[in-house]
Each structure stands twice: as structure tokens, then as C-alpha cells.
């Protein structure tokens, strides 16, 4: 399995970016997907994730109405748009898929579902 994120980099307090996650190496329409953050100095923590179809999502309370998950099945890609970005929001953001198919959104937080992880991408919110 192979998971590459992109989108991340430098944005001011306030502002917005679009992660991507293209996954590889797997039957990406039966998984459910996630977003997870690791600041500096801190463990990594759930942001988002999202069933199988697209229809259920659930997010951290830290993120809630500021960030959508989604995900396009025919393009094997799950995405995290991030507004009204602060700057508790910089960490390194990582994909996540679960180490079994058909797992539920809410599941799919607890980090030790996760068995593969991409490489992570830098976001930064400068305030």
C-alpha cells in the first residue's frame, strides 16, 4: 500500500489549503480513510475520516466546521480541505488507511485501526 500526500506548505491565520491523499496498492473504494496530525513535540491525533462511500465523516472537535474530508473513489484520492486555518493547526498531516476493508468512519479514528500511513506533508499557519 502506498499513500502520497500533497497540497501542504505555508499559509497565514485565516487562510485555507487542500490536502490530497492518492492511494495505491489497495482496493481503495471498500476502505475507509483518514486524516491524522502530529505537532511538534506531540503525539499524533485524529483530524478527519471518512467511510467507504463518502457518506459518513467525522471529524475532531478541534476541526469541526473548519475542515472537510472527502474523497473521490474513481481518482483513488481522499482530500482535507482545511479553512480558517490557525496556528495550532501546524503540524505534519498524514493519510491514513485502516488495516481492515469496510471499517466504519468513526473506527477508522482510533489510530491503532490504522495499518498504513503516507510519508506526511508539512503544514504551517504563520499568525
Known amino acids: 500500500v502506498q499513500l502520497v500526500e500533497s497540497g501542504g506548505g505555508l499559509v497565514q491565520a485565516g487562510g485555507s489549503l487542500r490536502l490530497s491523499c ?10 475507509a480513510m483518514g486524516w491524522f496530525r502530529q505537532a511538534p513535540g506531540k503525539e499524533r491525533e485524529f483530524v478527519a475520516t471518512i467511510n467507504t462511500n463518502g457518506g459518513t465523516t467525522y471529524y475532531a472537535d478541534s476541526v469541526k466546521g473548519r475542515f472537510t474530508i472527502s474523497r473521490d473513489n474513481t481518482k483513488k484520492t481522499v482530500y482535507l480541505q482545511m479553512n480558517s486555518l490557525k496556528s495550532e493547526d ?7 488507511a485502516p488495516t481492515r476493508p469496510f471499517t466504519t468512519a468513526q473506527f477508522t479514528a482510533v489510530m491503532t485501526s490504522v495499518g498504513s500511513w503516507g510519508q506526511g506533508i508539512q503544514v504551517t499557519v504563520s499568525s
Do not use: E, K, R
Request: hydrophobic letters at 40%; proline letters at 0%; aromatic letters at 24%.
Open 22 to 31: 492518492a492511494a495505491s496498492g489497495l482496493t481503495f473504494g471498500i476502505y
Open 90 to 96: 501546524t503540524a505534519v498531516y498524514y493519510c491514513g
